[in-house]
């Protein structure tokens, strides 16, 4: 029997867990779009935060999402970008990769209002099939009907290293014990919200990637997607 590629593979985990380098590295290799979700509420934080909205007024947060337009798309400029992110036609792929954002993000995230509003458009795109979603809640809740849904985890240890190797990466100086605090004080945030809180899906199968490089980890989801039957 020939298997095929599931239409929509979701893959959801806590951040730094490896999810949008193991979706791209997917998304290539099946010829499928990657859609990072996660990239659009950082779009809404970074914008609120550049037009001075408070973080904390989540009804203005809330318009803010419900009103600007968020283009997420391949890359339109080889420079290490993963996909291209615009606001009302303004690139600001690299600017949702700051501290600052890092710091809000989760609280934008959590406003219901913003939730709906994001949902809609990436159920949207999710039905045009041939997509690899990345982000915390694609199987349990924007497209729990996936065929294929993956939740790939980490220690929080080992997540702060990986997001510390990013920033260095980048020339972003930052201190590793401030990363591993922010990180557990995320993790605890994500998962206890009332709104979509961080957890897998009851039917996704979980990937535990301590130890694993990233090559195994796309190895392993590319062995799931190409013996799917579903």
């Not at 100086?173 to 809180?197: G, Q, V, W």
Request: proline letters at 5%.
């Amino acid at each position: 029997m020939t298997s095929t590629p599931p239409s929509i593979i979701a893959i959801d985990g806590p951040a730094a867990s490896g999810k949008s380098t193991v979706g791209e590295a997917v998304s290539q290799r099946l010829g499928f779009l990657y859609f990072d979700t996660g990239a659009m509420y950082r779009a809404v934080t970074q914008a609120a935060l550049a037009r001075g909205i408070p973080i904390a007024d989540e009804a203005a947060v809330g318009e803010l999402a419900a009103t600007i337009h968020i283009d997420v798309m391949a890359p339109t400029v080889d420079d290490g970008r993963q996909y291209t992110v615009l606001i009302d036609g303004e690139d600001v792929t690299w600017a949702l990769r700051t501290a600052v954002v890092d710091a809000n993000v989760s609280a934008v995230s959590a406003y219901p209002a913003v939730r709906t509003a994001l949902t809609r458009q990436q159920r949207r795109i999710a039905a045009q099939g041939r997509v690899v979603m990345v982000g915390r809640d694609i199987g349990t809740v924007v497209v729990p009907e996936a065929p294929l849904k993956i939740y790939l985890d980490a220690s929080p240890e080992e997540r702060a290293h990986r997001r510390w190797l990013e920033l260095q990466q980048r020339g972003q100086d930052a201190d590793p014990e401030a990363i591993l605090t922010a990180m557990r004080a995320r993790d605890a945030y994500d998962s206890t919200r009332k709104t979509a809180p961080l957890r897998a899906a009851s039917d996704a199968i979980i990937i535990d990637t301590d130890g694993m490089s990233g090559g195994q980890v796309v190895d392993e989801v590319m062995r799931l997607a190409e013996r799917f039957e579903g």
